[in-house]
């Protein structure tokens, strides 16, 4: 059987940022957390500016634009607050998610099917500027064909269901959740979008999710963030690379 094409990975460093406002000092640094990413062989770097600055702050982003080589993938909110960050750093990406002050994390994808005209008016400037746009969406039909209409270049489907139902250990729920984001990815990709997938991700999750041959980038961060406690940072991303390239072949 031929191999599939190299799956990127995208590391969030967000909860590294996490740990050092818990204590309101300067370590440990997202910064240097994207250096190890970097030389373990993360393709990309992901960082989620929260309305509320929660754990990345806008000095991380400005120091993450100074020092990496890698992409970096801004994800944040669609507001004029966010959108003028985006257009001052003129990032590789940004990815839009909803975003409730009150969740602990994304709970869900997008609303772009009911939001066509505002969503379009807010991408605009910003594919204007050459920074590729993607959305953090559901496997619903209309929720990708509505991303195509306002020309994203990206989709990032959402697999935080699917990781539920498996560490939940409801296998047929999983099993139809994994089915449902196959057929996604196999529409996204005819409508010309490229196809991402992540959150809930873990060694024991990723696989079936690396394997769907649509799907070209995988956005993992709490997990490899919380694995680095007992295995190291760069090792925890070498073993999630290790899976993903296995599920490839």
Do not use: W
Not at 53 to 79: F, G, V
Not at 120 to 132: N, S, T
Request: aromatic fraction near 4%; include cysteine.
């Amino acid at each position: 059987m031929k191999a599939l094409d190299k799956l990127r990975l995208g590391v969030n460093i967000d909860h590294v940022a996490t740990v050092r406002n818990a204590r309101g000092s300067t370590y440990p640094d997202p910064v240097r957390a994207a250096e190890i990413a970097e030389a373990a062989g993360a393709d990309g770097i992901t960082a989620h500016l929260r309305e509320d600055r929660r754990h990345i702050s806008d000095e991380d982003i400005d120091r993450l634009m100074a020092a990496l080589t890698l992409p970096l993938n801004l994800e944040m909110a669609a507001t004029d607050e966010m959108q003028a960050i985006a257009l001052r750093h003129i990032p590789h990406a940004v990815c839009i998610v909803p975003e409730n002050r009150q969740e602990v994390t994304t709970e869900g994808g997008l609303e772009v099917a009911r939001q066509e005209n505002r969503l379009g008016d807010f991408i605009a400037p910003l594919r204007e500027a050459g920074i590729r746009v993607s959305l953090f969406i559901g496997h619903e039909p209309e929720q990708i064909e509505a991303a195509a209409r306002i020309g994203a270049a990206v989709v990032e489907l959402h697999t935080g269901a699917y990781c539920d139902f498996h560490h939940a250990g409801e296998i047929a729920r999983r099993d139809a959740e994994l089915e449902r984001l196959t057929k996604g990815a196999a529409l996204a990709r005819r409508l010309g979008l490229e196809v991402h997938a992540g959150h809930g991700l873990t060694y024991d999750t990723v696989q079936p999710v690396a394997a769907v041959p649509e799907v070209r980038e995988l956005n993992i961060g709490h997990f490899l963030i919380g694995e680095a406690i007992f295995r190291g940072l760069e090792n925890a991303i070498t073993e999630m690379r290790r899976l993903m390239g296995e599920a490839r072949k």
